[in-house]
Each structure stands twice: as structure tokens, then as C-alpha cells.
């Protein structure tokens, strides 16, 4: 069982092709090569990244990653783990109390995914309510905290974000998937909990879906969301 304090992360990818889906849940994990073996680097240049993100890192004074970081980046950014995430049944555990930097130990190989991704085909994906991340929360606090980290990477990296927490009416939102301020068409990464995903849905496409977050899974689990969330794993590709 997990508590607030002592919550724990999954993440996930496909050695298969060029785009590597990751599957990351705060609460329960799945990992076939466990990433609790994995020897700590001693800085965030031990890791393969883009220079967005390695951008947004100086920017923000962080040099030397948490220990969840340090755990989870690594491997999800060589994509040595394996979707594995069938009915909830999953096999090994990363566990860190809140407060250790989880968020950004799924964000950052995310965005870097992305942004290669891009790079090898040679143009931008972002597209009109087609999101190729997803990022289903617990509460519109949560959607609002981790929009927020999103969006400061998101400055570096080119990689449009929005977050869904409620608080706009649902025509707002579905403008905001549409295009921003700067007139960028759609989004790539989503962030909303599950009842207002579910609301958008009639013009929401998960067809570019490649990569799915599931934070603080154990308390969705708990609200009786599982069947809900399990419609959405099945969706990345």
C-alpha cells in the first residue's frame, strides 16, 4: 500500500521502432530491468539529452539529480524498459517520498523523446487535439503543478503544453487545444485528471499517443478509475 508520503513512480518504453512509449505511474511501477541497479551519475550531463533541456536544467540551478532522477532517466532515455502495465499488474517498484523531484524524472525523458522524435523526421508533430503525451493527475491542483513544470521546459524545448484543471469553460479548453497565444497549432503534451479528459473526448484523438503518465495512480485506483484508466494505456501506441 502507498500514502502520500510514500509515493512511487512507473515508466516504461518499447525497444521496438523509433518512437519508445513510456508508461510512468506514481504508485504502482513496472520495470523489466530494474532501475534500482542502475549506478547513480553524478551530475544531469551523464545523461543523453537534448539542448533544450540541458538548457532549461542551467537556467534553473539543477546539476545533480535526485535520487528518483538519477533511477528513472537514465533508462527511460536509452529506452531499456518494456510496456508492461496489462490490468495493473505490475512487477518492480521505484519508491521516493513526495518531495524528491518525480515529476520532473518522468518529464524530462518525455520531452526529450519528443524532441527527438521531431529531429529525426525532420519537421514539428504538434497537431490540433491530438496529443502525443498524456498526463492523467488526481486533482486540478496536481493539473496545475505539473502544467507549470511542463510549460518551463516547454520554453526550451519547443514542445507545446496544455494544462485541462477546470477552472476555464470547456469551449476555452478546447481553443487552447486547438492553438495558443503564438498561434501554435494543438498540443503534444496533455495534462488533466480523468473526468475532465473524459468531458473532451467527443474531439479529443489519441491516435498520436505515444507516451501516457499516470500520476498518483494509487489514489485514482482508490476512486474506483481504474476501468477509465485502462482504456487510456491501451491507446499508446
Known amino acids: 500500500a502507498t500514502t502520500a508520503e510514500n509515493t512511487q513512480e512507473i515508466a516504461h518504453s518499447n525497444n521496438a521502432g523509433t ?13 523489466a530491468y530494474g532501475v534500482s541497479l542502475l549506478q547513480a551519475p553524478a551530475s544531469f550531463s551523464a545523461f543523453t539529452l537534448t539542448p533544450g533541456i540541458r538548457s532549461y536544467l542551467e537556467e534553473s540551478g539543477f546539476h ?5 532522477q538519477e533511477k528513472a532517466i537514465g533508462q527511460l532515455v ?40 521531431e529531429q529525426e523526421q525532420g519537421k514539428t508533430l504538434t497537431q490540433p487535439n491530438r496529443p502525443r503525451c498524456l498526463i492523467i493527475v488526481s486533482s486540478k491542483e ?32 478546447k481553443e487552447l487545444l486547438d492553438k495558443d497565444n503564438s498561434y501554435t497549432q494543438g498540443t503534444d503534451i496533455l495534462v488533466s485528471t480523468l473526468d475532465r479528459i473524459d468531458k473532451h473526448r467527443p474531439h479529443l484523438f489519441l491516435s498520436n499517443l505515444s507516451h501516457l503518465v499516470i500520476d498518483e495512480l ?13 482504456k487510456y494505456i491501451e491507446a499508446v501506441k
Open 64 to 68: 545533480t539529480p535526485s535520487s528518483i
Open 78 to 117: 536509452k529506452g531499456t524498459h518494456h510496456n508492461y502495465c496489462k490490468e495493473f499488474k505490475l512487477n518492480k517498484d521505484i519508491i521516493a517520498p513526495t518531495g524528491t523531484g518525480k515529476t520532473l524524472a518522468y518529464l524530462l525523458p518525455i520531452f526529450n523523446s519528443l524532441k527527438l522524435e
Open 142 to 173: 496536481l493539473v496545475e503543478q505539473v502544467t507549470d513544470v511542463a510549460k518551463q521546459l516547454s520554453h526550451h524545448c519547443k514542445i507545446k503544453v496544455v494544462g485541462l484543471a477546470g477552472e476555464l469553460t470547456l469551449k476555452k479548453e
Open 218 to 230: 494509487d489514489t485514482l485506483i482508490d476512486s474506483s478509475f481504474g476501468e477509465k484508466l485502462q
Open 19 to 31: 518512437i519508445k512509449p513510456h508508461i510512468s505511474c506514481e504508485g504502482w511501477v513496472a520495470s
